[in-house]
């Protein structure tokens, strides 16, 4: 108990809570460039500079593209370096995205997880995220404040890590959480100095005396391929170092985490697999559901890549039915994270039945009553084992389409 | 990184080396060749900062050849010599 | 500044690169990097610089480089030099550092121009320099904002509806010069006391730095490989390419010919002007030629030699 007395107790929003832990790892560089819902996280930032609170430069660029593009090259010259994006702004750094993985740049980002356009919504849902799963970027996912917080605080662990050297990405949802104010815990600020560390960049450019190459152009007479799997192989790597760093800041912040939160699934017989903030009201309805004596549980999805496919479908193997929430779309086929749950359960011997349910869509509410419906279809789909159909959607409003 | 090779991967394919290229000659592109005359040059070096290759051989301030292994043969040292020092020889 | 002595110093760009047998790029760059005795850290947009200099496990640069994509060498570079000033200032390094970004006229006045305006107007310690050989040359020819008018690029051909590009080149130099930066130069490898003389300047100055530098590509210019400086020299002399610089804001006329060339003398030089010499093609010409007469004589009233 001790070593976890001088823990500060606040009210703050999820925005606050990221600005907070990046006061406290204190990067050499901040990209700063403003997107709702974002834009308090760089705000904050900016009042920790003009207060002296931190040692970072503070880079105000010109549009995400280049907020990217400079978190690259600050990230070979040896700095840790950080930004914040949402959205749009996501979506315009998607080329940098696979360039910083590519060139194996350990850089942090929270993104405020926002709907992409059009029509233009600044509300939540994941097709941001979502639509950058492929960049090579490790991708963390928070249901609150104080897991934006924690999460933040090890991507640095885990990014830096030299097994790794990838980049990541921690998500919250924006507005639901990086605006709600709500409880979370602070660490001590020489903690987390300690527990961060200080970069170690392996072949820096600001080493002149080493003159390195990066970028180069690495064609058909090259490595190319060697060069992605190479890449491939430290996301392999990130695993376990993910859990590492986990271990480490339990000790840290009394607070455990691991690829995934199980919430009443042991006993289950059928359960919900989501992402964020949705998670907390599922769960609350698992507590009624439970009350009423149904088997229902949780599984929330804390690491998406690298994607825990093994202790995925380790812990869902037992169940009759599970329902895969989705707050993104992939025009054409299934959600994306119902694709990955369900290839992760594929090769089971026995597996339960997979559903898929699109929700959330630009902001739209996820209340008690679309976690219950989810649950009700798993019911029948567990009842009957018969599955009448793969995808739904939670909480659409009654419309006439006229083409 | 002195015993570097292409197959020892770096993460991102970082060069972990400085002027590698040197070892790439690209002599071979020639298809004719610059010829020097030492007797007749007057050291003024305009050669040798024309030349996109750096493959004007100088030392201690003075022109000293062309070096064969870079030289791609393009003749601008021929064309900016103020002296005519420098003649293109076919191959 | 003596020839000699620049000979002295490390030839931060090696042999064995693999742009083009008389290609002007490399020799600008061979200039702009004698302009500083100090550490150098340079950075490429994607373009023939890049690609033909650092092909894996082959690189030509001996002094530490980054490449990250077309549009953003600006922000790259802008990004290295935080890193820097932020590491200093923390007293976790303590060598002084300079910082360059190259970019092709593609990269430079079209889709980098962003990332170039925003690296300028933060303020970075760096110099930008433009190698500008008129049209994207690394994708074989395509025009840009830099290609002039009656060109042939390979977006821009020519035929019997159209004479090439239609359209004037956009003064990229007074864009950036607008930025009201330390410094901002146009020079030619042609005048190499000119350039290195300006690239020392740019260098030196703390802030940002901008420069625009012709550099002839053989391929895409349609001239033979030894005439790169030859055909530099006549955009200056001819006053479609001037050099001038603006510092703190002052214009300066750095070389008047002392006769002006014709245009036309210039264009002669390049295949893809050839059809501008057709009879029913040579009010282009008249026309290229008030322009740069007009162009002229607006810089001489700016560097106030008017
Ligand atoms: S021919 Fe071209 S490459 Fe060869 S030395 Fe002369 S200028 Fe250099
Ligand atoms: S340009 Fe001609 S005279 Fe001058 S150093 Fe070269 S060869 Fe000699």
Partial sequence: ?403 | MKDWRANKLMPGAIIPKGGTAREYKTGGWRSATPKWDEEKCKQCLICWISCPEGAVLVKDGKVRGIDMDYCKGCGICVAECPFEVIEMVGG | MKIKDLTEKKERLTSGHRLCAGCGAPIVVRQILMGTDKPVVVGCSTGCLEVSTTIYPSTAWDTPYIHSAFENVGATISGVEAAYQSLKRQGKLDKEIKFVAFGGDGGTYDIGFQSLSGAMERGHDMVYVCYDNEAYMNTGIQRSSSTPRGAWTTTSQVGKAEPGKKQNRKNLTACIAAHDIPYVAQSSPSSWKDLVKKSTKAFDIKGPAFLNVIAPCPRGWRHPSDQALRIAKLAVETCFWPLYEVEDGEWKLNYKPKEKKPLAEWLKTQGRFKHLFKPENEHIIEELQAKVDKDWERLLKLCGEA
């Fill in chain 1, 1 to 403: 108990m001790k070593n976890i007395s001088k823990k500060r107790v606040v009210a703050t929003t999820g925005n606050g809570a990221v600005a907070e832990a990046m006061k406290q790892i204190n990067p050499d560089v901040l990209v700063a460039y403003p997107i709702t819902p974002q834009t308090a996280i760089v705000q904050d930032f900016s009042q920790f500079v003009a207060d002296g609170a931190v040692d970072s430069e503070y880079v105000t660029v010109e549009s995400e593209h280049s907020s990217m593009s400079a978190c690259i090259g600050a990230s070979a010259a040896g700095a840790r370096v950080m930004t914040a994006t949402s959205s749009q702004g996501l979506a315009l750094m998607h080329e940098m995205l696979y360039i910083a993985a590519g060139s194996r740049l350990p850089i942090i980002m929270p993104n405020v997880n926002r709907a992409l356009s059009a029509p233009i919504n600044i509300h939540c849902d994941h097709s941001d995220s979502m639509g950058a799963r492929d960049t090579g970027w490790i991708q963390l996912y928070s249901e609150n404040a104080q897991e934006a917080y924690d999460n933040t605080i090890q991507a640095v662990r885990i990014a830096e890590n030299k097994k790794v050297l990838l980049p990541v990405m921690v998500n919250l949802d924006g507005f639901i959480i990086s605006h709600g104010i709500e409880k979370a815990e602070f660490i001590e600020d020489r903690k987390v100095k300690s527990f961060v560390g200080e970069r170690k960049p392996f072949l820096p450019l600001l080493d002149v005396d080493n003159p390195v190459t990066y970028g180069p152009f690495d064609g058909l007479g090259g490595y190319f391929m060697e060069h992605k799997k190479n890449q491939a192989d430290a996301m392999e790597r990130a695993r376990d170092v993910i859990l590492e760093a986990a271990e480490d800041f339990a000790k840290i912040s009394g607070r455990k985490y691991g690829f995934f939160e199980e919430y009443l699934l042991d006993d289950a017989e059928i359960a919900i697999v989501t992402l964020n903030s949705s998670a907390g009201t599922t769960k609350h309805v698992i507590n009624e559901l439970r009350a009423e004596g149904l088997p229902v549980g949780l599984l929330k999805l804390r690491v998406f890549r690298p994607f825990p496919a093994k202790e995925l479908a380790e812990a869902l193997k037992h169940l009759k039915a599970v329902a895969v929430l989705d707050r993104a779309l992939s025009s054409g086929f299934v959600g994306p994270l119902f694709s990955e749950v369900q290839t992760a359960l594929f090769n089971l011997e026995t597996r339960p039945k997979v559903i898929n349910f699109i929700y959330g869509l630009g902001g739209r509410d996820y209340t008690l009553h679309e976690a219950r419906k989810a649950f009700e279809e798993l019911m029948t789909v567990a009842k009957t084992g018969k599955i009448k159909k793969t995808l739904g959607y939670l909480g659409l409003k009654e419309v006439e389409v006229l083409v």
